[in-house]
């Protein structure tokens, strides 16, 4: 069966995957940047952009895995975008212009449903009211015999690795202390005793982190 995978997330000391306050001009809250100041150098990120050129170090080598073998990403409602309750506006389609980064299915979860948006460049955004067990399944459907992503933010993620349907994590645990946000790790005591767990520090200063089902 096809694996359920996270890469690149970004996690504080403090164990925060996101700042307090996201909106529209802090998506992050108030972490900013500062959670993925790692990335942007790297090539893997540039060619997200479009762009050449970038480190090809550590932190590029543990990146770039991101999207290979890839069939579809399941999402939570908050890292598609900054509105909350019911939607007050549809046209929101996501943080990542026309043709985004994704290139394949996305499931965006949410208590609030609407009509799918195909965008640019392979990526739909499909909006589901669903158990992580349930997403999981229509994203597999969606993914045929390749993986699915679980994208974050924080919640998403604690709530599938609290359901054990992730088979490889990789966390880069990013030298900061944010205080406040939402912590990745709250609840999920002895996770690490599901997972064979490797690491890798970059000269960057960050950490990899990979948990793999053994
Ligand atoms: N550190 C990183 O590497 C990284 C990566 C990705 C994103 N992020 C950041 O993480 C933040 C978002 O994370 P978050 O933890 O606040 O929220 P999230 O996981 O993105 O979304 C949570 C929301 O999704 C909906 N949802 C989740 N599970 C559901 C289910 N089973 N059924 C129906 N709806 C469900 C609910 O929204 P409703 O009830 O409102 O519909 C819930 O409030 C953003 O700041 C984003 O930029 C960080």
Do not use: C
């Amino acid at each position: 069966m096809s694996l359920v995978r996270v890469h690149n997330f970004s996690v504080s000391l403090d164990g925060y995957g996101t700042g307090e306050g996201q909106s529209m001009e802090a998506p992050f809250g108030h972490a900013g940047t500062r959670l993925h100041s790692w990335f942007f150098g790297t090539r893997t990120f540039r060619r997200m952009l479009g762009k050449e050129g970038g480190d090809t170090g550590v932190d590029d080598a543990m990146a770039r895995a991101w999207s290979e073998g890839i069939g579809a990403e399941i999402m939570g409602r908050n890292k598609f975008g900054p509105q909350r309750g019911p939607w007050e506006n549809e046209e929101w389609t996501g943080w990542w212009g026309p043709d985004p980064v994704f290139h394949t299915p996305v499931f965006v979860l949410t208590h609030h449903p609407r009509p799918s948006v195909v965008m640019e460049g392979g990526t739909t955004f499909h909006f589901t009211d669903a158990t992580p067990q349930e997403a999981l399944r229509q994203a597999r459907e969606a993914a045929g015999d390749l993986d699915v992503r679980i994208g974050g933010g924080p919640s998403t993620i604690r709530d599938f690795l609290a359901a054990d349907l992730i088979d490889h994590l990789h966390v880069v645990v990013v030298p900061i202390v944010l205080g406040r946000g939402e912590r990745l790790w709250d609840g999920l005591e002895g996770l690490d005793e599901r997972f064979r767990i490797e690491s890798f520090t970059s000269p960057s200063g960050v950490t990899h982190l990979t948990f793999t089902r053994p």
